[in-house]
């Protein structure tokens, strides 16, 4: 059980990265780079989904949850400036 916590809590780390990556409209080329940067940081990250693709398949898969759960839920929102 403790194996798969170390393996969830590294995937969110991950995660969290890739998702900085799109808001703050980076190349998911950065994603690597920021990877490593914190493991140098003493973060750990697991051992898997360091590549650019991952990022880019990472983002993709959220971003096609949130409009999945828009349409089901018929939410709707505002933007403002």
Known sequence: MEINKENIEATTKVFGIACECALSHLSSREHPRLVELHRINGVQCGETLYSFH????????????????????KASFFYYD
């Open 54 to 73: 991952a990022c880019a398949n990472i983002v993709t898969c959220m971003r096609d949850e949130i409009y999945d759960y828009l349409l089901k839920t």
